[in-house]
């Protein structure tokens, strides 16, 4: 009985701390992080001022949290499984556009980090771990394919990661927060090539053949990249 308590307690606790960030995060994106109170988000999620202070100890605190919850989103983007088989280039695009979608819900609420990040060294902080995150996954992938030869980039490829994810970050802010306006196809099509091209990775490999483990591929790059390398 005291743990079947015990869980339904934890569950109510959860349910409303899920509660009070869904009202902050609306809160923060519509009146921003300045003018926002702990009183908006209180009203916003119905719920007694009491309430806030046993999950939070303040506007910060919660808005720091929202950072967490933003990252969870892009991750989950970032991360997602293409179903089937298909190519290097397929599985490219497909996390760039689930990324990108990921982006989109939360465009609003990422300019605003950005924006609190300029001045508030603990949001920074927090933001920072979600950028190294996201970065963190980007390198392994980049890694993994010039290893095994299907990825013909020089240099760090923690930096050629800020590039290639720094490009597509910049892309779902000025489609999603300046509002210029693409064709799904084209956008997501169009970034997944501008990827391609700057890591000079191998598009046209099966996944399959790209997962498998052992030595290098026999492929060659084509005469374009190869001559790249040599200037």
Same mark, same amino acid.
């Given at each position: 009985m005291t743990t079947l308590r015990?869980? &339904?307690n934890a569950e109510r606790s959860e349910a409303t701390r899920t509660r009070l960030l869904r009202a902050a995060r609306t809160v923060f994106e519509k009146r921003g992080y300045g003018a926002a109170s702990v009183a908006d988000i209180?009203?916003?999620s119905g719920l007694a001022r009491g309430t806030f202070y046993v999950h939070f100890k303040s506007k910060r605190e919660i808005f720091i949290a929202v950072v967490h919850a933003v990252r969870a989103d892009l991750l989950a983007g970032q991360m997602r499984p293409m179903e089937g088989t298909g190519t290097v280039r397929d599985t490219i695009r497909f996390a760039i556009e689930h990324y990108l979608k990921a982006y989109k819900a939360s465009a609003r609420m990422i300019n605003l980090i950005e924006e609190i990040?300029?001045?508030d060294r603990i949001v920074k902080s927090a933001w920072l771990e979600t950028r190294d995150a996201l970065q963190a996954n980007t390198v392994h992938s980049l890694?993994? &394919?010039r290893e095994r030869g299907f990825a013909?980039?020089?240099g760090d490829a923690r930096i050629m990661a800020i590039i290639v994810g720094g490009m597509v970050e910049r892309m779902g802010s000025i489609r999603y927060v300046l509002g210029y306006s693409f064709g799904d196809d084209e956008f997501f099509d169009t970034i997944t090539t501008?990827? &391609?091209?700057a890591a000079r990775i191998h598009g046209d490999v099966p996944i399959e053949e790209a997962r498998a483990s052992g030595g290098r591929s026999t492929r060659r790059?084509?005469?374009k990249r190869a001559a790249r390398r040599k200037s």
């Amino acid at each position: 009985m005291t743990t079947l308590r015990t869980k &339904l307690n934890a569950e109510r606790s959860e349910a409303t701390r899920t509660r009070l960030l869904r009202a902050a995060r609306t809160v923060f994106e519509k009146r921003g992080y300045g003018a926002a109170s702990v009183a908006d988000i209180v009203n916003a999620s119905g719920l007694a001022r009491g309430t806030f202070y046993v999950h939070f100890k303040s506007k910060r605190e919660i808005f720091i949290a929202v950072v967490h919850a933003v990252r969870a989103d892009l991750l989950a983007g970032q991360m997602r499984p293409m179903e089937g088989t298909g190519t290097v280039r397929d599985t490219i695009r497909f996390a760039i556009e689930h990324y990108l979608k990921a982006y989109k819900a939360s465009a609003r609420m990422i300019n605003l980090i950005e924006e609190i990040s300029i001045s508030d060294r603990i949001v920074k902080s927090a933001w920072l771990e979600t950028r190294d995150a996201l970065q963190a996954n980007t390198v392994h992938s980049l890694e993994r &394919l010039r290893e095994r030869g299907f990825a013909d980039f020089d240099g760090d490829a923690r930096i050629m990661a800020i590039i290639v994810g720094g490009m597509v970050e910049r892309m779902g802010s000025i489609r999603y927060v300046l509002g210029y306006s693409f064709g799904d196809d084209e956008f997501f099509d169009t970034i997944t090539t501008a990827y &391609l091209d700057a890591a000079r990775i191998h598009g046209d490999v099966p996944i399959e053949e790209a997962r498998a483990s052992g030595g290098r591929s026999t492929r060659r790059a084509p005469a374009k990249r190869a001559a790249r390398r040599k200037s």
